[in-house]
């Protein structure tokens, strides 16, 4: 537990935060305020207060700014990817060979993670952005690229076991794959595959690790301020749009064109949220069943990187074996973790989040069936069908009958491979 006095940091909107502070990320946005103006009055009055000072604390107010301290206030070591130590040659030329094949379906996002110290989703971006020639073709800044990537890969959270930067660097290399597809790579634009590139990377920013309806009843102010409506999401995405702007990425186009590529985000991102799957399955249907889809037209681009980003978000189950296995106990564990804190402070458990109730592989069977399946099956006949989607489908499908076999080889206690802590 926290070893300060809490008391001097009491939430005024939750009155059970103040037994929270250490476990949720409930009220660290009225705790760090208060830490931020602490430092800064304290800073004032020696006349030191540096806007570097100011800026690095302002950036506190995050969730991931909220871990690190919450860490640092537990007495832990903090952990900064790729500040430990340097990697020698012979990993980078590892790294360099795997992305030499970066495009293929069975590319090991965890390998190259840690091939590259923990900065796969900066190497990728700058990488795939290379090949694009993107950074000429918007004439962009390195030094400010490297800033907001770097920023991005920062905000994620590498304690979430799944919703961390390896999670965006594969939905990424998943969405490179995607964008090569032949029924869509000839007619994409540079800023398509831009955007395209730039949604899947930050698609999760700073990501709690614990989902809307638990937001919702805990009242966090996020919930409150997104109206209960796309709450993550919405946040993934004005985030993205906070760190374009303090890094003025995009500060030397003009007005109207960053505010649409702002715009364009954001309508990218949003499609992520999974409660919205009918919304475009069912739109998606219709243009494949009218034979409609004109790819000409920004319009009809834009949707399909909609669902281009929607089926690399859950693309998982489509890989091979060894990576969807390792996918689909990282996404389990982080629903335990958010029904072991649900348990610990007397709230329903939600769906899913039971490990006692709630197998791996019946979670997996469900999230196919519902959620993968219906998506990748449209996707398929779309790219009329590709290699890569042929290849995708038959790893789906031998994926389900696994677990399958694994849900009725196995009771619930036997399939869990994650010990409460
Ligand atoms: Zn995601």
């Not at 072991?340 to 006692?356: G, T, V, Y």
Request: hydrophobic share 40%; glycine share 4%.
């Amino acid at each position: 537990m926290c070893v300060v006095d809490k008391s001097a940091f009491v939430c005024t909107l939750n009155p059970t935060c103040h037994e929270l502070l250490c476990e949720l990320p409930l009220c660290f946005d009225n705790y760090f305020q208060t830490l931020f103006d602490i430092v800064i009055s304290a800073s004032a009055q020696q006349g030191e207060v540096e806007s570097g000072t100011r800026r690095k604390i302002k950036r506190l107010l995050s969730f991931q700014r909220y871990c690190h301290a919450s860490r640092l206030l537990r007495g832990l070591v903090p952990h900064t990817p790729g500040s430990l130590h340097l990697l020698d040659d012979d990993y980078l030329g590892q790294a360099a060979h795997m992305l030499s094949k970066v495009g293929t379906w069975n590319f090991d996002i965890f390998l190259f993670d840690r091939l590259t110290n923990g900065n796969s989703l900066v190497t990728l971006m700058c990488h795939l952005f290379n090949v694009y020639g993107l950074i000429h073709h918007f004439q962009l800044d390195m030094v400010k690229l490297h800033r907001f990537l770097g920023m991005v890969q920062e905000d994620y959270h590498s304690q979430n076991p799944y919703h961390n930067a390896v999670h965006a660097a594969d939905v990424t290399q998943a969405m490179y794959c995607y964008l090569k597809e032949p029924k869509l790579a000839e007619q994409l634009s540079p800023l398509d595959v831009f955007l395209g590139l730039m949604a899947a990377a930050a698609h999760d920013v700073d990501h709690p690790g614990v989902n809307q309806p638990f937001l919702i009843k805990t009242r966090h102010h996020l919930a409150s301020l997104y109206q209960n409506t796309s709450v993550l999401e919405s946040h993934h995405w004005r985030s993205t749009v906070g760190m374009l702007r303090e890094s003025g990425l995009l500060s030397h186009l003009p007005a109207d064109m960053s505010q649409d590529m702002e715009q364009q985000l954001g309508s990218l991102i949003l499609a992520t949220d999974i409660s919205r799957q009918n919304e475009f399955l069912l739109t998606f249907r219709e243009h494949l069943d009218n034979q409609d889809l004109d790819l000409q037209l920004a319009s009809h681009r834009h949707f399909i990187l909609q669902i281009a980003l929607k089926c690399a978000d859950v693309c998982n189950p489509c890989r091979v074996w060894e990576l969807s296995r390792q996918w689909s106990e990282r996404v389990c564990e982080e629903f335990y973790r958010q029904g072991d804190l649900e348990r610990k402070f007397d709230l329903e458990i939600s769906p899913l989040c039971n490990q006692q109730a709630d197998s791996v592989p019946s979670i997996q069977i469900g999230f196919i069936s519902y959620i993968v399946e219906p998506l990748f099956e449209e996707w398929h006949r779309f790219t009329e069908p590709s290699l890569l989607s042929q290849t995708m489908m038959g790893h789906l499908h031998k994926n389900k009958a696994r677990w399958s076999r694994l849900r009725y080889a196995h009771t619930p206690s036997d399939t869990q491979t994650h010990s409460h802590k």
